[in-house]
């Protein structure tokens, strides 16, 4: 699922195209809309919006998704103002109660050089935004439904490009100060948010007469002007309560509160300073997206990366991702059921009680989405208990009504500076949100916002809350002893109870612990929690323990510099009834697994298979670059006539020679004295003189005994591989790591690097077995991932892998027969184009070598039958991940025996 990075990159180039655009509507709609979709990363035809299917009285609509969207396409130079019949009367009309059909959501209208978004069935009168072709890939998030149509559109004025520029100048503001040691580094960073509070509040008129503003013009005109005297003496004024007869520039402070001015910050600024600080103060701060603005100064404060003023910040479109199915769609299906205005009055209040927790809240991002969006709830709720009362004839529930509080926001951060900057974004979301929805608790003195505290979250108590949400920090397992130190991986070992995993992982099972049946969690973390021991620690406890997973991204990448890849997760514990829907990766399903895959009913864990052991095996690891030898250097010891070093010297298969060489042959020599003892690798001198210069140096200074004794031998010589391949002719190997699961087969006399893993089959059958949909989907299933690579691992792949057993012979050769014959178009297509695996595929995907996808469907259905399940099944990942889980449980359960390699051992020996 594309990030909201990502749509941005692919909305760039989509613009570039489109902008000047003169043609006709007819001409190129189409070709608009299916490329306006691919920029999400969805496609059309997949999600069931089909192009002038339905015919209204006011003719055929251009896109129809059914519940979802209308399009309506108009040429470049026809007024948007011309679609207005058509957009009514084709919303009035794309309902159909017989089929259970609701009116279309959202009606977009478009004449490819501006965009108007509609919800008639909320705002009939006028559109929720409009903007311009080139504004879109600022206002991406206005047509998010796009992507899925469970994530609500943004419609907000970001001002993006604004936000960062304001930003920057804080940022050089603040890096001059700390540079030259203006002050403790602590009071430069709270001086700089009390500045940036004041600039804001300005444009706002929270401070009138723009004292701040005033100030730094005052003290440009002096000759040795003294900010921490005169900017100083604001900030306690802002501290103090009662007006106290203020005059002149400070005639319109008020009183803040003793939260943010507690400690006024007194720091003196040279004249370059001040220049700085006058020209952030023109911008037009009311426009500043707070969240935007909070993570880039949380990139520029933060104690380690002082001074970067970070491109990345968390997409709105991500965070709607958590904070859609977690807190807005329960919301707002209570809200649509409301059938009186009594109802609607009841659940007002429960709005207003109901609080959010995020306990890693950095700069408050995610908070203030939240935030956001349950004011909008509540602006939401209350015009439908007005509706009601009308239409019923009911009276209007008596006020005051209440409103959603911002100190229902909570929060847990361990860093310091960022529990500041993201009580001063909710702040200025409060002023904002006043603004958009109407009044609330009022803006000064500044809300009480204590509930967002600086703490160690995995060692501080969370509040009682109604839903957590979050993004908690990514830091690998094997990175944590050095990054928190011993005793604290000791304490989160003994504490948790399940060893050393991801620090993401915590949160996850600390998450699930804190909610109470009914309630619900949304976190993003690092995909290990998909994976083997992260998955055991984190994902398979939520299911375990009630959890049920209702809405998941398997993977998609995150900003930032790390270019980490993510699985975002949303979960209720406990529901009292099941949920009526499920979406992964943006498509509807029938449950998600906490392998983040899609199935329904008990979670099962797959369980590694006694019969499948010792089949597959790591390639050896020498443990020491010096037995790779040079091809001038082998062919020299080949040639020998007296000595037979061909025993000894072999090709060595890397990972790249599978994916890159058209014959996925081997490009380097290696000495390899299997095991061999040293006076018998005495037989092959100069084979020995080699290892002995180039190896032994380096395996004298190792740590292991076993290798500094054995110098010769390779430190894995994996005696199990040996053994298994021994007989054969060849095997088939797999990259260990790759964005694609490539298997071929390979000469025994060559030896597979550790950078492969061997399979140790020789036969036709069991090659298209492997090379199947069936395997490749599990392998990406089961196995950890590196990004968006795959890891293949026997233990957790091959080894739980349940093979066919077929029923008949026919269905055996029909697997083999179609494996040889995709093996040898493949095998002569690469060498016809002198291109490696990689590239045929690439270009299969892209549409070209059609005949080499119909051999691999073949194969597939072949394999399919030979499982004994339906053709469907074949090109379905997520079928066929989830019926080999209950093959898998089947077998380990004793439900079904269990010996697929007897015939395939029996055919081999023929």
């Known amino acids: ?64 998704w059914p519940g979802t969207l209308i399009v309506e396409m108009k040429g470049p130079n026809v007024a948007l103002e011309k679609a207005k019949d058509q957009r009514i009367r084709y919303w009035q009309e794309s309902s159909n109660s017989k089929e259970n059909i609701q009116a279309a959501r959202w009606v977009v209208t478009c004449n490819f050089r501006e965009f108007e978004v509609w919800e008639p069935g909320r705002f009939p009168n006028e559109p929720r935004i409009r903007f311009g072709i080139d504004e879109l890939p600022d206002h991406y998030d206005a047509l998010l439904f796009l992507q899925s149509d469970s994530i609500d559109p943004v419609f907000s004025e970001h001002r993006r490009e604004l936000t960062k520029d304001a930003a920057r100048h804080i940022a050089e503001l603040y890096t001059s100060m700390a540079d030259r040691s203006a002050a403790p580094i602590d009071e430069i960073q709270r001086f700089t948010m009390q500045l940036v509070w004041c600039l804001f509040a300005e444009d706002l008129g929270m401070l009138e007469g723009y004292p701040l503003q005033n100030t730094v013009d005052g003290l440009l005109a002096e000759k ?91 997409h709105e479109a991500d965070i709607m991702k958590i904070v859609t199915p977690t807190i807005v769609r329960p919301w707002r299906e209570r809200i649509d059921a409301a059938a009186t205005a009594g109802e609607a009055r009841s659940l007002l209040d429960e709005l207003c009680a109901f ?31 007005s509706r009601l009362a009308q239409e019923t004839g009911a009276p209007v529930p008596a006020g005051p009504l209440p409103y959603y509080p911002l100190a229902n926001i909570k929060g847990i951060e361990i860093e310091r500076i960022a529990v500041l900057i993201a009580r001063v974004t909710l702040w200025m979301g409060h002023r904002q949100m006043i603004e958009r929805y109407g009044e609330a608790e009022p803006v000064l003195p500044l809300v009480d916002l204590s509930g967002i505290r600086a703490a160690d979250a995995l060692r501080t108590d969370w509040p009682d809350v109604d839903a957590i949400i979050g993004n908690p920090p990514f830091l690998g397992s094997q990175l944590l002893r050095a990054g928190l130190g011993g005793p604290y991986v000791e304490w989160l070992g003994k504490s948790f109870g399940v060893g050393v995993r991801d620090l993401c992982v915590y949160w996850f099972r600390r998450a699930q612990e804190q909610l109470k049946p009914g309630q619900r969690a949304g976190l993003v973390g690092t995909n290990s929690i998909t994976q083997n021991r992260g998955r055991e620690a984190s994902l398979n406890y939520i299911v375990a323990t009630g959890g049920v997973i209702t809405d998941a991204v398997s993977t998609q990448k995150w900003p930032g510099d790390a270019k980490v890849h993510v699985s975002i997760v949303n979960w209720v514990k406990q529901p009292d009834a099941a949920p009526a829907e499920f979406e992964l990766d943006g498509v509807r399903v029938d449950g998600i697994t906490s392998s983040l895959t899609a199935g329904t009913g008990g979670e099962w864990a797959p369980v590694a298979l006694g019969a499948n052991k010792s089949r597959c095996f790591q390639g050896p690891i020498p443990v020491g670059s010096g037995f790779v030898v040079p091809p001038t250097v082998a062919s020299v010891l080949l040639a020998n006539q007296t000595v037979k070093y061909r025993d000894v ?70 005696v199990g591989l040996r053994q298994a391949t021994s007989s054969f002719d060849r095997y088939a190997a797999v990259g260990a790591h790759g964005k694609r699961m490539l298997i071929a087969w390979v000469d025994t006399w060559t030896l597979a690097s550790n950078a492969n893993m061997v399979f140790a089959f020789d036969d036709d059958y069991s090659m298209g077995v492997l090379l199947s949909r069936a395997h490749d989907a599990w392998a990406w299933a089961r196995s950890s991932t590196l990004e968006t690579r795959l890891r293949y691992t026997p233990t957790t792949v091959f080894e739980t892998f349940p093979w066919p057993d077929p029923v008949t012979a026919d269905q055996r050769a029909a697997v083999a027969a179609a494996s040889v014959a995709l093996y040898a178009r493949r095998s002569a297509l690469c060498l016809e184009h002198n291109i490696g695996l990689t590239r045929l595929y690439n270009l299969m995907d892209d549409g070209g070598f059609t005949d080499l996808a119909a051999l691999h469907k073949r194969l597939d259905e072949a394999v399919v039958a030979a499982y004994g399940w339906p053709k469907s099944a074949a090109q379905n990942p997520g079928e066929l991940v989830a019926r080999l889980t209950r093959l898998n449980r089947d077998i380990a359960e004793g439900a079904r025996s269990y010996a697929p390699f007897t015939a395939t051992n029996a055919a081999a020996a023929q």
Not at 356 to 378: K, Q, T, W
Not at 706 to 715: A, C, E, P, S, V
Request: include cysteine; aromatic fraction near 12%; hydrophobic fraction near 40%.
């Open 649 to 718: 010297v072999r090709p060595y298969l890397t990972a790249s020679d599978l994916a890159d060489f058209p014959d996925q042959a081997p490009s380097r020599w290696i000495i390899d004295f299997a095991q061999r003892p040293l006076e018998n690798a005495a037989k092959y001198p100069a084979a020995l003189s080699i290892v002995r210069n180039e190896v032994k140096p380096f395996r004298d200074t190792v740590r292991r005994e076993g290798h500094r004794r054995n110098w010769w031998l390779f430190g894995e010589p994996r």
């Open 355 to 385: 609080t959010v927790l995020d306990p890693a809240c950095g700069c408050g991002n995610f908070l203030y989405v939240a935030y956001r969006e349950l004011r909008g709830l509540e602006h939401e709720l209350k015009q439908r208990m």
């Open 224 to 314: 040795d002007p003294d900010s921490a005297r005169d900017i100083g003496y604001l900030f306690t004024l802002l501290n103090q309560k009662g007006n106290h007869n203020r005059k002149g520039r400070y005639a319109g402070t008020r009183y803040v509160n003793g939260e943010l001015f507690a400690k006024p910050a007194a720091v003196y600024l040279n004249r370059d300073e001040l220049v700085h600080l006058r020209d952030a103060a023109e911008f037009n701060w009311r426009e500043v997206n707070p969240t935007i603005f909070g993570s880039l100064m949380e990139g520029v404060l933060g104690d380690e990366r002082r001074g970067e003023l970070g491109a990345h910040y968390t």
């Open 1 to 64: 699922m594309r990030s909201g990075l990502e749509i941005q990159a692919a909305l760039d180039k989509f613009v570039k195209k489109w902008s000047g655009y003169a043609g006709t509507e007819k001409a190129e709609a189409q070709t608009f809309l299916n490329e306006l979709f691919d920029a999400y990363g969805s496609d059309r035809t997949a999600v069931g919006a089909l192009f002038e299917d339905f015919r209204s009285s006011a003719g055929f609509m251009d896109l129809h």
